[in-house]
């Protein structure tokens, strides 16, 4: 490992280089990273680069994940959680059963239990992938909330099934009573798990006397706690990391202080940046070992790139008409119950929801821990075809939708209303700024009613708040002053929340922007 240290420092600095590259051409960075590490694959001096499915779903699959969940919207999330749930679970299942049909008509010797294998390994859109082309591409935000929001979902539905199969192709045999047992296991056992060790944490957070380093270690412990714990009962480790997440991001404000949440932002973004990077140029990096288990095997290799890209237009195809089946469900059920948004979303939307399900390391990952050999000693039938074509769904998915989305969203027309939510962002702005403006004026005039007309630079905050000046208070802060000052920053950050909760249409990013400014204002007030 130590020879090969100065590999991978190198490898984290070409990946800076490369971003920057990116973002000078006006290419999403997974694209340019993958295309890298094919190209560096290639060459003789680069050692070589074994990828193990333990270094992906131990190291990097649960802060991934956990980064992510953080990240998203519980209440947009929440607001789209019909169409989130069946493009994570329903459309997983039926992309695993097409890709399984196919692969047993098609590809020689693939039986219909090594076609769900298949399936259950590329049916999920990626979460790292589509997170990192999501912060390149600019789409409606309601779009961005559903993919984000699925592809957190799906690795779970999608490695349930994958498990499911293994067993099949591996005992020849599936029990359907013990599978859907299995199954609720996982799902409930999962979010369960998850829940708990958050809530725990959470105390933890609460309770002891952390400081701002302690609480960034223990956030960066929390998703391989949650994650190990769940794998360990044969529970789902990505639901748990994804439900804990979300319960721990939704109370973040209850059991953090400022100083940490500023301090794990940038942790954790530098973090997120450095694993995406890792992940994307290892794909391409590991093309040697999978094409030498190819050529092991004695498969063609024409013949196996044919059958990824028959497999690669399987799932896009599928998709397309999931998406179109999603808008068509829609339209039915808004005459029965309360949806998110009844209106029509028109009929290219589902062409842009279907062209996003670009495939990442979770696929990948998963072929890698398909066994070589059955339990009766056998070789593993298709191993390495099955690895080949999961390569080419990869970077099928990545460069043939990843270089063409900006395009086809400026060609697919939306409906005008699918960009309200950005239209009206710095409006809702400038009425949040001045709502929270009269309500912290309100609560120095009536809370320190005798104090603040004594004290100058409560003067200029209550002038400031009237919307008289402008400029922040010039005076300088006696502790009194400070306290006060303290205690309306927190009143505010509290109506934020109460606001948030209680508000359906107030728009939560806002809400989080108003927040780490109040966060940034009381560490520059703890620096005097």
Known sequence: MTDHFPFYISLVIAIVLLVMLAEKIRVAYPVVLVAAGLIISFMPFIPSVHITPELIFIIFLPPLLYEASWSISWKELWRWRRIVGSFAFVVVFFTALSVAFVANYFIPGFSLALGFLLGGIVSPPDAVSAGAIMQFVKVPKRVSVILEGESLLND?????????????????????????????????????????????????????PTSANIDTVLSLVTPYVMYIAAEEVHSSGVLAVVSGGLLLSNKRHWFLSSTSRLRGINVWSSLAFVLNGLVFVLIGLDLPEITAGLKKEGSSFIGAIGFGLLITATLIVVRIMAAYGAVFVTLIARNFITVADSRHPGYQTPILLG????????????????????????????????????????LGTLLLQGLTLPGLIARVKLPDYFYEDESSEQKTEHIIHREMSAYALSELKDGYAGQWEHSSVLQQLAAKWE??????????????????????????????????????????????????????????????
């Open 467 to 528: 919307g008289k000046s402008n400029n922040n208070p010039e005076a300088a802060f006696t502790p009194d002053a400070l306290n006060i000052y303290f205690d309306l920053l927190n009143k505010q950050r509290k109506w934020l929340l109460a606001k948030n909760e209680t508000d359906e249409h107030f728009d939560e990013e806002v809400m989080r922007k108003h927040l780490k400014l109040i966060d940034i204002e009381e560490e520059k007030l703890r620096s005097l």
């Open 156 to 208: 779970a539905s999608s490695l349930i099934i994958f498990r499911f199969a293994l067993i099949a192709v591996a005992t020849g045999q599936f029990i359907w009573y013990s599978a859907a047992l299995s199954f609720g296991w996982m799902l409930l056992g999962g979010v369960g798990i998850g829940l708990t060790i958050g809530w725990l944490f959470m105390k933890a957070h609460r309770h002891l």
């Open 355 to 394: 062209w996003t399900g670009m495939r990442g390391v979770v696929s990948l990952a998963a072929a890698l821990s398909i066994p070589l050999k059955l339990s009766d000693g056998a070789d593993f039938p298709q191993r390495s075809l099955i690895l080949f074509i999961t390569f080419v769904v990869i």
